[in-house]
Structure formats: C-alpha cells, structure tokens
C-alpha cells in the first residue's frame, strides 16, 4: 500500500472595498421612421414620420430606428428600402371547362399549366376527371389512362354549413347571393336575391354604391350614382344622363308625345287650379279655447316630381285674409287670423306621405270685436324657394283662428289668386325623344321641336322676354313678357285705283289678281268694280280653307286726297270669298286710290 500527501501553500488576503465604476450607457427607446420616396436608391421627394405611409406604384418605403439613449444622445440607423415596384400583371388562370368524354373524337386536353387557356374536366361513366397532364385523347378512356387523368371523389350528397374550394364548376346552382372578390380580397361585386336592391354590382361592397347596378325591372346604372351617371330605363324607353353633382341633364327618350306642355322636362311647370278660391273656418266649431282655432287647408297644385335642383317661384295676384267679430265687452277677445302660404314635401307621389312643411308668406289681421268685417290684402307679389331633385311637392293655403270667445266670432276667411308658379332648375336639360327635341331650363327658357301629328311640325322658342310658337294648330304665336299672342299673317297688300273705265291693281300676294270688268259675278283672284268707289276683290279658290269671314282682318287706308275734303276708306263687307271697300270725300262713295290689307 502507498500512501501519498499532498504538499502545498495557503495564502491568507485581507479584502478592501474599490472604487465605484462610471455610470452605464443604456438604450432609452428605438422609434421605426418612415419614409416615402420616388427612387429606389435614394431619398427623394418626401421627408420622415412615423406614421407609416401608403404604398402606391411608383413610390418606395425607407425606414430608419432613430435611437435614444439614456445618457441623451441620439443616433439613426442607415436608411433601408423595404419596397420595390409593382410587378407586372399576372398571367390570367386558366377556366375550368366540362365536357363529356368521347372516344369517337380525338382532341386536345389541357391542365391548366401556364399559358393555356383552360383546365379541363371530363365525365366519364358518371365519374369525374381531371386532366393531369395536357395531351391529344386517344381510345384509351380516363379510368385507364392515370397517366392524364385523375379521377375525382365521388359524393352523391353533401351538406355543411361552410364549403371552401380553389376552382369550383357547378353546371346548376342555386344561391341567395354570390359575392365577386378581387385579387386582394376586397368585395368588386356580385349578385343576390333581393329585389328591393340592385340584383348585380360591380365596383363596390355595397350594392347600391356599385359602378354597375342593375335591377330586377331590367333598369341600369352606370357611374358614380351618387355623382356622373347613366341610367337606363327599357319600362321609360329613357336613356338619362347625371352630372358630377347628380343633377338631370341630358334624356334620350324612345317614347313619343303629343303635345308641348308634356315634353318639358317633369317638375319644370306646376298647374295651378282655379283662381279666387276661398278658404273658411266655422270659428264656433274648429277651434280650441284661446288656442290654436283649427287649420283649413286648401292644395291649389297637384302633387309633382322635381327632376333636379332649383327655385320655384310662385306668382300671387292677390292675397286676402278677413275676420269679423261681434260686440263683446272684453276687448282682448277680437281674434287673429292668419293666412299662410305653404309648400309641402311629400316622400311619395301620392302626396300621402308628408315629411316637410315651409311657410312661404303670411298675411294676418286682427279682429276689433266690434260688428265690424276687419280684412288685410297683399296684391301682385311672388315668393321665390329653393326645391330639391328626387322631391315631391305640392302648394297649399292654410288659414287659422287663434284666440277669441266661441260667440264673438262670426266668419273667418282667406281668398288667393294664383297666377303661375314655375320653376328654374340649376342646370340646362335637354331631351331627344321619338317624335323630337326638347332643351328647357324653365318653363319660360326652352327650345322644343316636335311633330305633333303627321302633319303638324311645331316648333317653339321662349326665353324670358320674347317668344315664338310654330303650328299648324295655332299658326304663329308671338309672346312678350308673360303673355301670347297670335302673329296674323298677311294674305295680301295691294293699291286699286279705279275709274269708270276700269280698275287698275298693282298687288303683292302669294296668288295674283287681275282686273274684272264683266258682271258682277264670282271671278276668283280678281278686282271688280261694283260701282263708283266701290271695289269687290274676290279671294283665290284656294284661301275657301282659311274661312277669312271668320278669321280675317281687313284694312283699308284712301291713299290720295284729290279734292279739299279728307278722303275716307272702309270696309263694307267681308266674306270667305271676298272682301268689298269703298273711298269716298264724303258720304257716298267716289272713284279715288287705296290700300288694301288683308290679314289672317
């Protein structure tokens, strides 16, 4: 046995506490910076945030750390860029196509690889297969040839609540709504069942705020349909067009019409009914104790649509309110009436449906509550109002009772008389239908040209001041300011001189005259001499038509003075088939010279 020892030395050391060290340096916070450049290798074109910002082609995202640290200094990373640029337009994927396998005909069978066009599917015996590899068929069927074809699970039923798939081909589906999905996953559009929405979009998630809209009643809408649009209307035979602000502006229209007031564009004129309509109260019966005393309203339009924006304007010949009281020894019992027009907006074109009343103007008088009939009139004004595309809206008068006794109050009542009311839309519309044109801003600012019948080309211009209105119906039709007129036209103008030897004519006419010295017998388009001063012109066969009795003007000026009394000219009668006028330099006629006019 050996025994071994160990040998060695021990130190004994007294420890001393040292000195402290220096503070640390630590990193206080990291902030991420952005910022957004057009070059890929430089920073241009924008400055540093922290707010990250949106990528649009074209541009690059850089980023930096700005870091802090706890002894307050501060350092940046070198900028980095972590985009590039858009890459090019993907390849379009390929289409599932179906068919039934036919071993009779060769053809062509595609995977779907890149660059081909479809992805085929085939049934074969009931089953399905897809093709796994693009080849030309041969006799060989699918189920023998797993080289090219892969066939599919077979499920005779299947029902779950959620069903995810890459492709899908379905030859019958039936479905409440299907969604269309852009690449980034955003909803672009799609169909659903609903009939009170557009039943196809596109350009939204929403239905109503697509692009593309189309209703189940065939209609359609192309555009912003809160701003430029188009909609189509096959049930109106109306193409319209919207501007950027919604507003009607241009209408293509298959439909025809018959008359001009009916081509103005809808809500450009308002009917007023009958004027001088009376409004009462039975002031023992319709009203509350010195409260409101009961309203009577009387609509004098009917309801209308309003196409676009804009102001209407009513015009009031005459306003009337009256009261009349009796004798009553409290003198604070007289009463107020008050009178008030009114504009309604309804949201339906029944009128049944009231969602806005604004008072236009207001007439009031009070009554002295002693026997006496108290009334106030406001004659010849017009108040003017701002209405709103897509409205319904009608005029009314409403007169009311407030205060007074329930025996002091013997009649209560309002009279208007409306001229016209029209209104002026903020911008010009125009319209091409199948029987014409029509471009309107008012009802006093308007082009319109129209065939009216088979025979009736009318046309009609009007601005605020002048106007002029074609047809054959009321032949030429001048306005000034507010008021028509009919234009006559001039059948002829002609000068006679007569003597005992025979007439003589100088005439401009669209038909000629000639002189007639025979009898006193019917000669179409001549001049005869009935006696001293007196002149029968006979009209040409084919003025019979224009029933110039009825409808003709006749003027007759003496156009020389041959003795020193004042020559006289007159008419003596005038038929449908001629016109007979006399000169004379006192009662009984004398041979002399004239002018002759006739009008229609």
């Known amino acids: 046995m050996v025994n071994r020892s160990a040998q060695g030395h021990l130190t004994v050391v007294r420890q001393r506490n040292g000195k402290d060290g220096s503070t640390g340096n630590g990193i206080k916070t990291i902030v991420k910076e952005y910022y957004k450049s057009t070059s890929s290798i430089s920073l241009v074109g924008g400055s540093w945030s922290t707010d990250v910002p949106t990528w649009t082609n074209g541009t690059y995202i850089w980023t930096r750390d700005h870091i802090t640290y706890t002894d307050g200094t501060e350092v940046y990373t070198n900028p980095v860029n972590t985009t590039g640029a858009q890459g090019a337009q993907g390849e379009q994927g390929a289409i599932l196509r179906l068919s039934e396998w036919n071993a009779n005909v060769p053809r062509e069978y595609l995977a779907g690889n890149r660059g081909e066009k479809y992805h085929d599917v085939i049934v074969y015996n009931d089953n399905f297969y897809d093709c796994i590899l693009s080849h030309i068929s041969s006799t060989t069927t699918p189920d023998q040839d797993t080289t090219h074809w892969k066939q599919g699970d077979q499920r005779d039923f299947v029902a779950t609540k959620v069903l995810l798939a890459r492709n899908a081909l379905i030859k019958i589906l039936a479905s409440n709504q299907i969604t269309v999905y852009d690449n980034d996953g955003n909803v672009s559009g799609g169909m659903q069942g609903n009939p009170a929405i557009p039943i196809f979009w596109a350009g939204a998630e929403n239905p109503s705020s697509g692009a593309y809209q189309q209703n189940i009643d065939g209609s359609a809408t192309y555009g912003n349909p809160q ?201 010009y519309s125009n319209m091409f239908f199948g029987n014409g044109l029509v471009l309107s801003k008012s009802t006093d600012n308007y082009f319109a040209a129209m065939l009216e019948n088979s025979t009736n080309m009318r046309m009609a211009i009007s601005n605020s001041s002048y106007g002029l209105d074609v047809s054959n119906g009321n032949g030429v039709m001048m306005k000034k300011g507010t008021l028509w007129h009919k234009q006559m036209i001039t059948l002829f103008a002609m000068r006679i001189t007569g003597y005992s030897t025979g007439v003589s004519i100088i005439c401009k006419s669209n038909a000629t005259f000639n002189p007639n010295t025979t009898s006193a017998t019917t000669n ?77």
């Open 524 to 600: 179409a388009g001549s001049v005869y001499r009935v006696k001293e001063g007196v002149y029968r012109i006979y009209f040409p066969t084919a003025w019979s038509t224009y029933k110039i009795g009825t409808n003709g003007v006749c003027f007759v000026t003496a156009i020389e003075n041959e003795t020193t009394h004042g020559w006289l000219a007159r008419v003596y009668e005038i038929t449908d088939t001629y016109v007979e006028v006399c000169t004379s330099d006192d009662r009984s006629p004398n041979e002399g010279k004239l002018f002759v006019e006739l009008k229609i």
């Open 227 to 427: 701003g430029e649009h188009i909609l189509l209307d096959p049930a109106g035979k109306t193409i319209k067009f919207f501007n950027s602000s919604n507003q009607f502006v241009t209408e293509h229209n298959a439909k025809t019409f018959s008359n001009l007031s009916s081509i103005l564009p809808a809500g450009c004129t308002v009917t007023l009914s009958s004027s001088n309509t009376l409004v009462t109260i039975n002031p023992s019966v319709d009203r509350i104790w010195y409260g409101v005393q009961g309203t009577d309203t009387s609509y004098f339009t009917s309801v209308w649509a309003a196409s676009a924006n804009g102001i209407l304007t009513v015009n009031m010949n005459q306003m009337l309110v009256s009261i009349t009281t009796e004798y009553h020894s409290n003198q604070n019992v007289g009463g107020l009436a008050t009178v008030s027009l009114c504009l309604y907006r309804y949201s339906d074109s029944a009128g049944t449906k009231q969602s806005a009343r604004s008072i236009l103007y207001t007439l009031t008088r009070q009554g002295k509550n002693d026997g006496a009939a108290c009334q106030s009139i406001e004659n010849n004004f017009h108040v003017s109002t701002r209405i709103y595309s897509g409205g319904y809206y009608r005029l009314g008068v409403e007169l009311s009772y407030f205060g007074g006794g329930s025996s002091n109050v013997s009649t209560c009542f309002a009279k208007y008389n409306a001229l016209s009311a029209s209104i002026e839309s903020d911008v």
